[in-house]
């Protein structure tokens, strides 16, 4: 069976960055579980995964642009600090879940603080970053009927 669109597949994954930081994995006793074609997993990745079997290991190096995305200059914004009513002390690296208009949640990251004026960068944390996975196929089989229709693994 090989990995294709509509097939459960489990990986044991390391995530580093080009440096070599390790910046996410599976659990060691436990796999990452998704269902191939649904956008469960980054497209460069879902793309490396293609066509293989279990045991297959994998080493793919992904660009922004198929990972999570290129820094979005308009995501980053300067805010007055009474935006932040209630938080004492705000320093630069601090993150918080912000809401928005349309009342989903986004988290957000302090990256400047001058004095009264606040820089917050909403782009997701691994936006602009090259993507070095390590894979090993563990498991494949076909998605059930509803895993097809939820988009995800069961
Ligand atoms: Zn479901």
Avoid: C, W
Wanted: hydrophobic residues 40%; aromatic residues 4%; glycine residues 10%.
């Amino acid at each position: 069976m090989l990995v294709s669109d509509k097939m459960v597949v489990g990986i044991h994954y390391t995530l580093t960055d080009t440096d070599g930081n390790v910046l996410d994995g599976s659990n060691q006793s436990e796999p990452l579980v998704y269902l191939h074609g649904a956008g469960n997993i980054v497209v460069g990745l879902e793309k490396a995964l293609m066509g293989k079997s279990v045991g297959d290991q994998v080493t793919v190096r992904v660009e922004p642009e198929e990972g999570y995305g290129t820094i979005d200059g308009k995501l980053i914004k300067t805010v007055d600090r009474s935006v932040f009513r209630g938080v004492e002390d705000i320093q630069v690296g601090m993150s918080f879940q912000a809401q928005t208009a349309d009342g989903s949640v986004e988290p957000i990251k302090i990256t400047a603080v001058e004095g009264d004026q606040i820089t917050i960068d909403s782009n997701h944390p691994l936006a602009g970053i090259v993507l070095n996975f390590e894979v090993e196929v563990i498991s494949i089989r076909e998605a059930t009927s509803i895993e097809i229709d939820h988009r995800h693994a069961h």
